[in-house]
């Protein structure tokens, strides 16, 4: 299992902001260099042990989806390597497989959810009111069940420590204005059908995703950020699905399932986790990039 990397402090570069997971730096007047650490959050808090890899996962899996989506949307990736804004040769080593260099751009102050299934807080949503962020649903469906098409739930950005919540679309309206909303629901249902259907193919069910976008100099949509990653998606293995009951998962709900068995009120300081659960966590998140990509994680 590859070393562990929970923070970093690059000499060269000014940090702008350090994140739940990634560590962003200004690379130039339109450039950022974004490092996808091996922290992971759950409930909205980071926890204090890293999961080894994750990273490089994330930063692979995310690369996978924005060049096969580049149909759909242009997104933030530039052709610039590590090597070009980084010259610390000990600091680049430290980077490999968990940075990329992107594009400068004015992010939306939403995130834009998918969700083609019925789980987490859209299942306690229709439980109280038989629909999803004002959506009506049909009566009488099971934990997990698949819906009679995707649905389009964004959320506002909530600051680091706080949950985000879900807004009804007529919100998101509100915040970008109805051309850019019915843009962004748009695209996001398209990304999201695109991606389930080719994760479907390699036995993974994308229950639900959120992505975020942002506005280049031209004010053109672009996908920003990470994309259907085990961080911000519910991968569930297609062979075992059934409805009524909660799927295992490739993603962090397995730490958050073990977390709740703990005595512990969700928030900081977060409990330690053993050794046991760091190493199979890290071996889920393996697995989803190797069933996504077909490739084994570097």
């Known amino acids: 299992m590859p070393a562990a990397v929970y923070e ?3 000499s060269t570069l000014p940090l702008i ?3 739940k997971v990634r560590d962003i730096y200004d690379a130039g007047t339109e450039h950022l260099l974004i490092v996808t650490t091996d922290r992971l959050s759950a409930f909205d808090v980071v926890l204090p042990d890293p999961i080894p890899g994750k990273g490089a996962v994330l930063t692979g899996i995310s690369r996978f989806w924005f060049e096969r989506t580049a149909h759909i949307i242009s ?8 090597a070009d804004v980084v010259k610390d040769a000990a600091e680049r080593a430290l980077l490999a497989d968990r940075s990329m260099v992107v594009r400068k751009l004015q992010a939306l102050p939403i995130e834009a959810v998918a969700r083609g299934y019925l789980i987490g807080s859209g299942w306690k949503d229709y439980q109280k009111t038989g629909g999803v962020c004002g959506i009506a649903l049909p009566q009488g469906l099971k934990l997990a069940a698949r819906l009679p098409q995707a649905l389009f739930t964004p959320a506002t950005k909530a600051p680091k420590g706080r949950h985000d919540e879900n807004i009804a679309f007529e919100e998101s309206v509100r915040l970008l204005g109805r051309p850019l ?11 999201y059908s695109f991606a389930a259907e080719h994760a479907l193919k390699r036995g993974i069910i994308i229950a639900d995703t959120k992505f975020e976008f942002g506005l280049d100099q031209h004010d053109q949509l672009v996908l920003i950020d990470e994309v259907l990653t085990p961080d911000s998606s519910r991968f569930w ?8 009951t909660s799927p295992p998962s490739f993603d962090k709900q397995y730490v958050r399932d073990y977390l709740e068995t703990l005595d512990w009120n969700k928030t900081p300081p977060a409990p330690h986790l053993p050794a046991e659960i760091i190493a199979r966590t890290a071996e889920k998140y393996r697995e989803a990039y190797r069933r996504l990509t077909g490739k084994e994680p570097t």
């Open 237 to 244: 293995p297609a062979a075992t699905y059934m409805p009524g």
């Open 181 to 191: 909303a019915e843009n962004v629901r748009d695209t996001t249902l398209r990304l």
């Open 17 to 19: 902001h350090r994140g």
């Open 75 to 82: 997104n933030q990736l530039t052709e610039l390597r590590v």
């Open 8 to 10: 970093t402090h690059l």
